[in-house]
């Protein structure tokens, strides 16, 4: 990677926080809806405990961040993954319970857990260099591969663990993946912020927010998340709808996570050899060619092409757009700058969630997926607005 040992040391390690997050989001995100639907008398309501979690999410950004401030990166993950032991347990014991709303509860703290979790990719970018950073963040970020296998797979093998009730086991089975992240994150070394860091803001938000390159990224971010959770959360209940197995289901999240992280062992390299812009765009295009495979049929090979396809674009712009975010702030300035994005990151995601299973319902899968390319060509609008405005910069 052509960094320091330190910061190898703690780019693996901060990878192998993610794989174990991130195996316990693709096993979530394989199951809540179907638990979920079979649980809620209101069928509508089946993606309700994903879009608690992802409002939690948003709601601890700023609160995780600031706490990371004050105590360090190591100490601040620390907390959040012991906040997810207490959000597995619940979903858990709701399952057993055949309670939807105790099973719905368990989505609070894992999402708080989440909003800690995703800072793993700033903490690795704030380490190196800044030649490095695309790097850093792509290399966090690929910690996911080992997701795409291992999250449906341990859904699967989890489900009978409390037969005859299905899935609580695999709930339970994430309790087992924090106490993992936590034994590893004690190995951590990141320096805490100085005091001069702590007792600095830096600029006012007011300020930074009307920095292009802070809108762009916001904005991308967003609409890569919410987008692709839009249509991720809605996978499994179409496939239902069609007929289509548990296991044909498996595979198609597998085929979509893989695509969101494999990419990332390569995806800093293209950054610096094609251009951020350039690779952001191609991200959002890539989104736009999922949204029109699944305009074309619903059979599983259908299903597998679209969201294979949304986890490379999702990759590239959402990779994309971090990386362009820490361009913005001042060293003082980290932690609320990154605090905002994904504040304002998970709002959406929060609504994509909820509104995913409402829209399912009411408009199907189809034509709800037509909601997705008016955000994704917004996106693109800004991308090369800020283009047009780095290039006169970049001639200068």
């Not at 996911?144 to 489900?159: F, N, Y």
């Not at 600029?203 to 249509?231: L, Q």
């Not at 495979?293 to 590239?316: C, D, E, K």
């Not at 909820?354 to 693109?380: C, D, F, K, R």
């Amino acid at each position: 990677m052509g960094a320091d040992p330190r910061t190898r040391r703690n780019v693996l390690l901060l990878a192998a926080c993610q794989a174990l997050m991130m195996t316990g989001t693709s096993l979530v995100m394989t199951v809540s809806a179907l638990v979920g639907h079979a649980l809620a008398d209101d069928k509508s309501l089946s993606t309700l405990p994903l879009a608690l979690q992802f409002l939690s999410t948003m709601l601890a950004t700023i609160p995780a961040s600031m706490l990371m401030k004050r105590i360090g990166r190591r100490a601040g993950f620390s907390v959040g993954v012991a906040i997810g032991m207490v959000g597995a347990g619940t979903a858990t014991w709701g399952v057993i319970a055949n309670d939807f709303w105790i099973f719905a509860l368990g989505g609070i703290p894992l999402g708080v857990f989440n909003g800690f979790a995703q800072f793993y990719r700033f903490a690795a970018a704030d380490t190196a260099g800044p030649e490095y950073r695309a790097r850093a963040i792509s290399y966090v970020m690929a910690g996911g591969v080992v997701a795409a296998i291992a999250g449906p797979e341990l859904a699967r093998w989890s489900k009978d663990w409390f037969a005859p009730v299905l899935f609580a086991g695999s709930f339970a089975s994430i309790m087992g993946l924090q106490v993992a992240a936590m034994a590893l994150l004690q190995f951590l070394k990141i320096p805490r912020p100085t005091a001069a860091e702590r007792a600095s803001g830096g600029r006012p938000m007011s300020e930074i927010a009307r920095d292009p390159k802070f809108v762009v990224a916001v904005m991308a971010g967003m609409i890569a998340y919410g987008s692709m959770n839009f249509v991720m959360t809605a996978t499994p209940l179409a496939m239902m709808a069609c007929g289509l197995s548990f296991d044909a289901t498996k595979l198609t999240m597998q085929a979509h996570v893989l695509g969101m992280f494999v990419p990332s062992f390569f995806t800093g390299h293209l950054i610096k050899r094609l251009g951020l812009i350039e690779v952001m765009l191609t991200g959002a295009a890539l989104v736009l060619a999922c949204i029109a495979v699944n305009a074309m049929g619903i059979t599983a090979l259908h299903f597998n092409v679209a969201l294979l396809l949304l986890g490379v674009g999702w990759n590239f712009l959402y990779v994309g757009a971090s990386t362009l975010l820490t361009e913005v702030p001042l060293p003082a300035e980290r932690n609320k700058v990154q605090a905002a994005n994904d504040f304002l990151v998970f709002g959406l995601v929060a609504l994509s969630a909820y509104s995913s299973g409402a829209i399912h319902e009411s408009l199907g899968w189809q034509t709800g997926n037509l909601l997705v390319p008016p955000l994704m060509l917004a996106a693109i609008g800004a991308m090369l607005w800020l283009r047009l405005r780095r290039e006169p910069a970049l001639s200068a």
